[in-house]
């Protein structure tokens, strides 16, 4: 099996209405880094989009708009899982030997079907993303203690550290009376607890071990993947409504993958679509024993980019940008967000209430 | 179970039931015409919906204001609206109404049992 590392990445900038079609938002990512790597684009074996775009062809359709003849043309979809699981296709294509180069670009616009699942009849009146995250916060709350402003703290520290990303969506700091003053959207979840839908694209360039240095003297490789689907629907997503199993089993697989533990992680992009999420997934990946208080400083660096609470969750293109994210951090290109010298770094996407979960883990 | 149209139908009747695989007992939920588990047709069945509220929150989301929980009914798990003053996790619930809202989509209602 080949090794696969990351050579290059770009993302555009986030924003409510780009004007763009989704398209033109993935074409623009994939510009910069046609534009910024040396190589010869007929070597392109692949062209993975992650979208929830209702536009047939799409990744075909993108990869004529760009020049490219790739082998493999194909959309991966798994709602806002749809990012990570495109780049461990790639990883996948790769490792197998079956390709040597190829595109991941994940493209959203901000009215994305994507946003809500209408199949999942289970939830009734109540189905918006809000209200699965509304439950997960009581009960954790109820269990553990967790409180309000904990979970405000989550939003004050993303909502910072967007202030110095230039592609974030909310490039301004929020304080802890900001967010526990914002509106009750499904109490006790509030309006600055929400991530925001948004336009966006985002893309990375993976490449074997056997070309990657012909691109890059600095390349990240992928050390491990995990993934998990438990259900689709939130009914039957978790027993317990205090973790997310899918998210635990993939940081599992991740872990075991690359012979590296939470311990030895240094930066992690985890998906913060709501506070509560974050709060799960320092628990779910092992960096904190459950119902722990929050860190604020210290210890492994989460969300350094500002996160999906400050970034905007352009659905299909959020997992992309988390690994785009992490590659900047491990090789030093993160500009005022660096976290310095990390040397592994994580990324872990869920889909609907959690219901899937990838983790990839990555190393200079 | 034809399709999914049945079972929305029953529910717009006001008929909580549930698909029940004909061939091994199995139920499907979500609803589903093929079994989960062996693949069989469901059928659907009625069955006594008083379950358990496992957690609840207040909704403010425009349209659907007020108290929603999941219920374990059997280990069937639903969402539902709570129709009591004072909800509590561990409270007994039962199925007071449930039908189709103007958009389609199913709703279902909760009383304290």
């Known amino acids: 099996m080949r090794k696969v590392a990351i050579v290059s990445w770009a993302t555009t900038q986030f924003v409510k209405d780009s004007k763009l079609n989704v398209f033109e938002l993935g074409c623009e990512a994939c510009a910069k880094i046609l534009h910024s790597t040396d190589f010869d684009k007929q070597d392109l074996d692949a062209v993975l989009l992650s979208s929830c775009t209702t536009e047939q062809y799409s990744s075909t359709i993108i990869s004529e708009m760009l020049g490219l003849s790739p082998k493999v043309s194909q959309r991966v979809d798994n709602l806002c899982n749809s990012g990570t699981n495109a780049v461990a296709n790639a990883y996948s294509l790769i490792a197998s030997e079956m390709c040597e180069l190829a595109l991941v670009v994940g493209a959203e616009k901000a009215d994305s079907t994507g946003n809500k699942l209408l199949w999942d009849i289970t939830r009734g009146s109540f189905m918006f993303p809000v209200h699965w995250a509304a439950i997960f916060a009581k009960a954790h709350m109820r269990k553990y203690g967790t409180t309000e402003e904990q979970m405000a703290m989550i939003a004050v520290k993303n909502r910072k550290n967007a202030t110095k990303n230039p592609n974030a969506l909310f490039r301004t700091a929020v304080t802890i009376e900001q967010v526990m003053n914002s509106r009750k959207v499904a109490d006790p979840v509030k309006l600055l607890d929400c991530s925001a839908p948004c336009d966006g694209a985002s893309a990375v360039l993976l490449a074997s071990d056997r070309i990657a240095g012909r691109m890059t003297d600095n390349p990240v490789w992928i050390k491990g993947i995990g993934q998990k689907t438990t259900s689709a629907s939130f009914a039957n997503s978790t027993n317990d409504l205090t973790t997310i199993e899918s998210a635990k089993s993939a940081a599992r697989d991740a872990y075991e993958m690359s012979h590296l533990g939470p311990e030895s992680i240094d930066v992690a992009e985890v998906h913060d679509a709501f506070t509560i999420l974050e709060i799960l997934a320092m628990e779910d990946l092992g960096f904190q024993e459950k119902g722990g208080k929050i860190r604020r400083n210290g210890g492994i660096k989460v969300n350094p980019r500002g996160g999906i609470l400050g970034c905007g969750h352009p659905v299909g293109a959020t997992g992309v940008a988390q690994v785009a994210e992490i590659a900047s951090q491990l090789s030093g290109k993160a500009g005022g967000s660096q976290v310095s010298g990390c040397k592994h770094g994580l990324v872990h996407n869920l889909a609907a209430a959690g219901s899937s979960a990838t983790v990839i883990i990555m190393g200079r | ?113």
């Open chain 2, 1 to 113: 179970m034809k399709d999914i149209r049945e079972f929305l139908e029953s529910i717009a009747a006001g008929e909580f039931k549930i698909p029940v695989c004909g061939s091994c007992g199995a139920r499907a939920w979500p609803p589903s015409k093929s079994c989960p588990n062996c693949y069989s047709h469901t059928m659907l069945e009625r069955i006594d919906p008083i379950g358990t509220l496992i957690e609840f929150a207040i909704s403010n989301v425009r349209n659907r204001e007020g108290a929603f929980g999941v219920i374990d009914i059997d280990g069937i798990k639903i969402v539902g609206g709570l129709k009591t003053q004072r909800p509590s996790a561990g409270m007994k619930m039962k199925l007071s109404a449930c039908g189709l809202r103007e958009d389609g989509s199913p709703f279902y209602d909760f009383e304290a049992a």
